[in-house]
């Protein structure tokens, strides 16, 4: 990423983010990205930098984990500035993502990240154990535990994480067997399940 694209991204950022602890949170971060990989004196400096912010903001005060390494497009919106959002080093975001608090974006045994789309929102707590793809503009509900992939414009909830069925009087998860068996292999299936109605 070069300077200017890091500028033009960070305004996008910007936009949608309009308290202070976000942009600082952001401003860290996306300096960390523009600096990953770039070689020279000038990229180191910027890399020792980004540490140091890293540790004292990102680390310390808000209780996060984003790493440099990961990409991630313009238009991120972090609602509670990134408090305890944990990202697998080698996780791939797009753009016009909403990240809420508690957020992990992990790894099971295949220790192959997650793909996040655009346009994609991620509900409080919702943990993301790759090798999966979230498609563009889905939705995780809370605490949700996906292990599978999720569609294009999705809704998935629970624990392990199904898919939303609407129908006229209620809303509830549909069973979803794969889910259950892929949770089982990454050891989610001690974890009680539950399910989050959507109105």
């Known amino acids: 990423m070069t300077w200017r694209e890091t ?23 996306r300096l960390g990205q523009s600096a990953h990989g ?14 140091v912010l890293d540790q004292l903001w990102t680390r310390s005060v808000i209780g996060a984990e984003l790493p440099r390494s990961v990409p991630a497009g313009p238009g991120l919106r972090l609602p509670h500035a990134g408090r305890g959002v944990v990202i697998h080093s080698a996780t791939r975001l797009g753009s016009n993502i909403t990240l809420y608090h508690q957020v992990t974006l992990g790894v099971r045994k295949s220790g192959i990240p997650p793909v996040v789309g655009d ?17 563009d503009g889905c939705s995780i ?9 999720v569609p294009a414009a999705g809704v998935y909830v629970g624990i392990p994480a199904r898919p939303v069925v609407r129908s006229a009087d209620r809303t509830a998860p549909a069973p979803d067997p794969g889910a259950e068996a892929a949770a089982a292999e990454g050891g989610a299936d001690a974890l009680a399940p539950t399910a989050i109605a959507q109105p």
């Open 141 to 149: 509900g809370a605490n949700a535990v996906v292990v599978t992939d």
């Open 119 to 135: 346009g994609v929102l991620l509900g409080v707590g919702a943990r993301v154990l790759g090798p999966v793809h979230l498609g």
């Open 7 to 29: 500028v033009a991204t960070l305004r996008a950022d910007f936009a949608i983010n309009e308290f202070a602890e976000p942009r600082v949170t952001l401003a860290v971060w």
């Open 38 to 51: 770039r070689p020279g004196v000038l990229g180191f400096a910027v890399r020792r930098l980004h540490g």
